[in-house]
């Protein structure tokens, strides 16, 4: 099984040695409960890095909810045989003493991209990540990280970050994968009862129709609604947001010549669920 460490100092004496050798190291952040999503990430940066480390932290920052922290599944045995296949080199599984330990008081915020959609309907949570990250950067020493485009805001909150702060790594966004009737993996999806995920597809279902239907000319406005309609017919919860933004800024946009993404979030069996595409 691939090794797990657990401290900074172990890692960097791993780390150096391999930077010293000359090798290229990507990393991998997730916070555990690994499914495929995960780990074609890591098999993303086993084909361009000599050395990966996949770090599996649980981070307590960029929780708004007690009890969603307490629920996130942790199951660091069952990730690290896992990523054992691929293979990883390490798996880098600190307790939150070593990242966050007592007397630890900074916090790393970017600004705009972080404000709407998610940052609206979670403040502080991308405080949380952009701080974790930036740890994370330093601990790992990595020449590269790899995130998936499925959390599209997060990714370019961390692009971000790594602008504004020199940082110098490189940050490759990796397509999301999705499940065979469309939905996007997640380790929350197993949180949703059997009939709940038989017609989670739906949200996928109705963005990709929406701009589809953006594309042959319909409006924005009229499109969004029609998709939102659908999810609420789907018996889903609550639709939080299904908004059409610029990729780059997630500022609204009805210019159709620049890259535009519609990202989405809804409620499901009270398990939330969230989506993006290029439009």
Request: glycine letters at 8%; one cysteine or more; proline letters at 6%.
């Amino acid at each position: 099984m691939t090794e797990i460490v657990q401290t900074v100092a172990d890692l960097r004496q791993k780390v150096r040695a391999w930077r010293a050798a000359g090798d290229l190291v990507g990393v991998v952040p997730t916070m555990g409960a690994l499914h495929d999503g995960h780990l074609s990430l890591a098999r993303r940066a086993r084909a361009e890095c000599e050395r990966v480390i996949t770090t599996i932290f649980v981070n307590p920052k960029q929780f708004n909810n007690p009890d969603d922290l307490k629920k996130y599944p942790r199951t660091l045995e069952a990730d690290a045989a896992l990523l054992s296949a691929v293979p990883v080199d390490v798996v880098f599984a600190p307790p939150v003493e070593e990242v966050y330990p007592e007397g630890f008081t900074t916090n790393v915020s970017v600004g705009g991209v972080s404000e709407p959609l998610e940052g609206r309907m979670r403040p502080g949570h991308f405080d949380g990540v952009a701080t974790v990250v930036t740890k994370l950067f330093g601990m790992t020493e990595a020449h590269r990280g790899y995130f998936g485009q499925k959390d599209w805001q997060q990714l370019q909150v961390v692009q971000q970050l790594v602008r504004d702060l020199n940082l110098p790594v490189v940050i490759v966004g990796c397509e999301t994968v999705r499940e065979a009737d469309g939905l996007a993996m997640s380790s929350r999806n197993v949180r949703l009862t059997p009939e709940g995920r038989a017609r989670a597809h739906v949200l996928y279902d109705a963005i990709t129709t929406a701009a589809t239907d953006i594309r042959a000319g319909q409006s924005d406005r009229m499109a969004l609604r029609e998709a939102a309609e659908a999810v609420r017919a789907a018996g889903f919860d609550r639709v939080e947001y299904i908004e059409l933004r610029d990729a780059g800024t997630l500022m609204p946009s009805d210019d159709p010549r620049r890259p535009r993404r519609m990202l989405a979030a809804v409620w499901l069996d009270g398990v939330r669920l969230i989506d993006n595409i290029p439009v």
